[in-house]
């Protein structure tokens, strides 16, 4: 055996030289891997008793790529690239061992290497895509050889993970075999490559996949046209295109050299730094600082689930997809089978989708059980309440399932706004009440905002976080505050959007310009279509807002095909006449002057109250740190994952400028926009979001 470094090792068996990489824990390629992998790979070439190598890796997976915490900082040679050259070269076969996920440079190594051998559950991808770069290592200029234009193309720019078998069958790896046998079959692998003197398998050589779309540039722009809306915003696809069309019309080297050119300026320019921060945020969002019940965690054997609609049913789906059994509750037999049908239904599109299979569906719909009592909940160690939105309602609720449920049982509530304490606090067990804010649809969204109440106890938490990660959830824990971090900056943005379409915007104008930032839809588009009447209550109304006033027009949104936009039967919008005449008359009535109200305005307005209310949350502790908050509005509120959530976004302008902006818009639109004191200390500090 040889030590490189502490990160690699060669052992020899039988004229088979393994190197193997140990660099926990994730193996990533960094500085002194990509070192330790060079060196070890001219060792064995000197050595003449060795025939072949293979290239494995220790711990829970093969290496899933660069080290991204090297990014923004100076290369240590020698570079990826460099190191797989040496790889691809070698005349010796090398021949790689993949097990958990060869992803972005792993998979890329993997490529430079002439024989590829998979575990059955293995998985392989190239996700560096969602950092905002390409491939940088030959995956642009090894895949499409491999596989071909088009489906290189769709891997690449999804940045997805694929299984071990669906690898196999595109050609990306070359033997499945069992996770426990691997390495001993790599190495036999390896000798039959020595006996039958195969040759040696350099992607780079091939060309029968790529020469046969030379002529075919519509490919790519027919790509680009049918892609245009996934992409929009977002820089790193384009060049990834442009990276897969120098793999068909130039030479390997050329090829090569032009996918560096374009990594380095994607790694130079705006997006990637906020979609590492995304990546980063949303780990360190997860995890629960350090408590006295560290590691500590319920054991959740059965859910219960409290109301069988859109929420409750959307919510027992996540646990049926872990394998855990849920009672869901209703007030009738009907409500039941009417949820019971709605979670069936969302299976058969995943099944249509090739996302599940029958027996699955069988065996999640088998894990379901439906009652109209409350007191089934008795064996459940976890209850959630997905009532609506009325704190009688759920303190009610509460007080009897206190009484039913078993002790150290989790009561939770999916409030996405109401006092978690005041709930708490009609149970005997207050430290075991919390809230799980699930996001519509809950089976899809995977945000979960965690609520602390003021007496959750750390058992409570962890056991909710740990659940989120098993639900595949980004779990953010939160204070208990209205509207906890999500909604309460919501609140924020919508609240100017509805004083902007009275001062003169239209409720278009605001969609636009929000859309243009980088949104999914405007607030008002998605207001239609949430629906109007939600929150709205029809024995509380006397046109106190425009949105009462359509909803008692009977204007609900998209569903009744018109809200604040008209709908044709496709659901295709267009600006309401109708709804524009209500807020002009409802200006009126309220001595509103109206005025034109340009697009920038627009933009600070809505754009600036949001970050200035996420200070708030911070300065309240209502989150743990800004990191969270943009958490929360990357993956639940649609904000822009290149621009990295609104903190991050405040943080690229300067506080500085952010302050000023927010005096200038208190000047003329009054105390609301009043800057944040933790924004004016951070401000005069020179400090920043991410450094607080
Ligand atoms: C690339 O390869 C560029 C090349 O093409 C070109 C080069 C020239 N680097 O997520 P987890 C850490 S770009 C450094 O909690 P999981 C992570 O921060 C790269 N650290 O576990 C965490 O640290 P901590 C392309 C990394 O099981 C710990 O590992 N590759 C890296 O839920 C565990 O991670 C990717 O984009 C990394 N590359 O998920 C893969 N990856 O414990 C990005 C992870 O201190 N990674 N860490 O918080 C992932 O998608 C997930 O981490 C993974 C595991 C699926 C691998």
């Known amino acids: 055996m040889k030590t490189i470094n502490d990160t690699v090792k060669i052992t020899n068996t039988n004229g088979i030289a393994i190197v193997e990489i140990n660099a926990p824990p994730v193996n990533a390629l960094g500085a002194k891997v990509r070192k330790g992998i060079f060196e070890a790979i001219h060792h064995v070439l000197e050595i003449e008793d060795v025939k072949a190598i293979v290239i494995s890796c220790q711990g829970r997976t093969f290496s899933v790529g660069a080290d991204i915490n090297e990014f923004g900082k100076p290369r240590i040679p020698p570079s990826l690239p460099d190191v797989l050259s040496v790889i691809e070269n070698s005349e010796k076969p090398i021949i790689v061992a993949i097990h958990g996920m060869a992803l972005g440079g792993g998979l890329e190594l993997a490529m430079a290497a002439h024989y590829r051998i998979a575990a059955h559950n293995a998985h392989c991808g190239l996700p560096e895509v969602n950092l905002g770069i390409l491939p940088g290592a030959g995956g642009t200029q090894r895949l499409p050889r491999l596989v071909g234009v088009q489906k290189a193309l769709e891997f690449i720019t999804s940045g997805k993970k694929i299984s071990a078998s669906t690898a196999l069958k595109m050609g990306l790896v070359d033997k499945l075999v069992d996770p426990n046998g691997l390495l001993e079959e790599a190495v036999k692998y390896a000798q039959g490559i020595v006996a039958n003197n195969s040759p040696l398998k350099k992607i780079r050589e091939l060309t029968d996949k790529v020469s046969s779309d030379k002529n075919y540039s519509e490919i790519f722009d027919k790509f680009r046209t049918e892609n245009a809306r996934k992409f929009r915003g977002f820089l790193a696809p384009e060049y990834i295109i442009r990276a897969i069309e120098a793999a068909v019309s130039l030479p390997f080297d050329e090829g090569m050299a032009l996918e560096r050119n374009l990594l380095d300026e994607l790694l130079a320019g705006p997006q990637t730094a906020a979609l590492r921060h995304v990546f980063f ?227 278009w104008n605001v969609d636009k310009v929000l859309y243009d930032f980088g949104f999914p839809m405007g607030p008002f588009q998605m207001r239609d279509l949430v629906g109007l009447d939600v929150g709205w209550n029809k024995n509380d109304t006397s046109s106190r807002t425009v949105r009462e006033i359509l909803n008692e027009m009977g204007r609900h949104g998209q569903k009744t095909n018109g809200g604040f936009y008209d709908y044709d039967d496709q659901r295709t919008r267009t600006p309401s006449k109708i709804a524009e005449t209500v807020i002009i008359d409802f200006a009126k009535k309220h001595n509103i002057v109206r005025r034109d109200i340009s697009d920038h305005e627009i933009h600070d307005r809505t754009l600036f109250a949001m970050v200035n209310e996420g200070a708030k949350i911070l300065e309240e502790g209502i989150a743990a740190c800004a990191s969270d908050i943009d958490t929360v509005w990357v993956t639940g509120y649609g904000w822009p994952k290149y621009l990295g959530g609104p903190m991050f976004w405040a943080d690229q302008i300067g506080l500085k400028k952010v302050v000023n902006t927010l005096l200038d818009l208190e000047k003329r639109f009054g105390d609301h926009f009043k800057p944040a004191a933790l924004l004016i200390k951070l401000a005069e500090e020179g400090g920043s979001f991410a450094t607080e």
Not at 381 to 395: G, M, P, R, S, Y
């Open 281 to 507: 945020a949303e780990r360190k969002s997860g995890k629960i600082p350090k408590t006295s019940s560290d590691n500590h965690v319920a054991s959740i054997l059965k859910v219960g689930v409290i109301g069988a609609g859109t929420m409750g049913g959307g919510i027992a789906m996540n646990f049926l997809n872990i394998g855990l059994p849920v009672v869901i509750m209703d007030m009738s037999q009907t409500a039941l089978e009417r949820g019971r049908v709605t979670i069936r239904k969302n299976y058969e599109n995943s099944l249509r989708r090739g996302k599940i299979t029958e027996r699955q569906i069988d065996d999640r719909m088998a894990l379901l059980s439906g009652t109209i009592e409350l007191s089934d909940m008795a064996d459940c160690d976890l209850v959630i309440e997905a009532v609506f939105e009325n704190l009688e309602i759920k303190k009610s609720i509460f007080t009897q399932l206190d009484g039913i449920a078993k002790p150290g049982a989790i009561l939770a509530t999916n409030t996405s706004y109401l006092n978690v304490d005041e709930i708490a606090a009609v149970t005997n067990r207050p430290e075991y009440v919390i809230g799980l804010h699930f996001f519509s649809p809950a089976n899809i969204m995977r945000l979960l905002e965690i609520v602390k109440a003021s007496k959750t106890n750390d058992l409570c938490l962890a056991t909710a976080a740990s659940l989120a990660k098993r639900i595949d959830k980004v779990g953010v824990v939160v204070g208990n505050g209205w509207g906890f971090v999500g909604n309460r900056i919501l609140q924020a943005r919508q609240g100017e959007a509805e004083k902007l379409i009275l001062e003169g915007a239209s409720p």
